[in-house]
């Protein structure tokens, strides 16, 4: 459940983990990617990244912002509405991220490069196949991301929940996977590893493919490899960032005096 996404001594980290067929040889190498981060963990994954595209490898990447290249041409005013409301609070959360825990987001750190395919639905597509997923999107960013903001409660909130989301996610809990699937949208979920698997079938045979993807759904799309032949290598942990602990940040919710928690 949690094969590309764990914390260990308070560091969160991703997997890259590869993927190979023992009758081709042909590798697909699946690498977890975190939406915030610390520079350096951005850094790591672009050289990793570019050294497998120089070996010959194409690259398949998740959408990883709203897309404006890639928007549909039939978008509707309403749906503008949703998509301006989501780039708002976005904005906020990235400032919030970089403000609690030193992060930057991946968007801005690991944008789509020149030669990489991005197979995935875009988001006016994830809102028009659900209502519910609609409703996750819009309203997913929690409490406490306007960067305006000086409440330090506010400020611990934020930090409260997003370590609580991380630690969820990262969890070994079926029943905890089960529950942030449906929230995120499970249909939506299926139809998106659909999609990335179909991607890596056309590609032509014996051609490596490298796919980014954000590390809560790559089990997936692992499952999805796995049932065509492809048998695992051992997976390699990368950095994404410290986190501060539950502790830290309920003290500093009960004393308003308390500094902002911190990543230990």
Do not use: K
Not at 61 to 70: I, K, T
Not at 202 to 229: H, K
């Amino acid at each position: 459940m949690a094969e590309f996404l764990r914390i260990a001594g308070g560091v969160v980290q991703t997997a890259v983990r590869g993927f190979v067929h023992p009758d081709s040889g042909r590798r697909v190498t699946l690498v977890g990617v975190a939406a915030a981060g610390e520079p350096d963990y951005y850094t790591q994954l672009r050289r990793l990244v570019t050294d497998l595209q120089a070996d010959g490898a194409c690259v398949h990447s998740e959408a990883s912002d709203l897309d404006a290249a890639r928007m549909p041409a039939d978008v509707r005013a309403e749906e503008r509405v949703v998509l301006h409301e989501l780039t708002r609070r976005h904005e906020h959360a990235v400032a919030r991220v970089g403000q609690v825990f030193g992060w930057v987001d991946r968007a801005c750190a690991l944008p789509v490069a020149e030669g990489w395919r991005v197979t995935d639905l875009h988001v006016v597509e994830v809102l028009r196949l659900s209502a519910t997923a609609a409703r996750h999107h819009v309203g997913r960013l929690t409490r406490g991301t306007d960067p305006s903001s000086q409440d330090p409660r506010m400020v611990c909130w934020f930090a409260l929940v997003t370590v609580l989301l991380l630690r969820a996610h990262a969890s070994n809990s079926r029943l905890l996977h089960r529950a942030l699937t449906r929230r995120a949208g499970g249909p939506i979920r299926q139809r998106r590893t659909w999609i990335a698997l179909y991607e890596v079938d056309q590609e032509p045979a014996g051609q490596d493919v490298v796919l980014l993807w954000n590390a809560q759904g790559l089990p997936d799309i692992a499952a999805g490899l796995t049932t065509r032949g492809f048998q695992p290598d051992e997976p390699i942990w990368l950095w994404v960032g410290h986190l501060p602990t539950v502790g830290a940040i309920l003290h500093a919710l009960s004393d308003p005096q308390t500094p902002e928690p911190t990543p230990q």
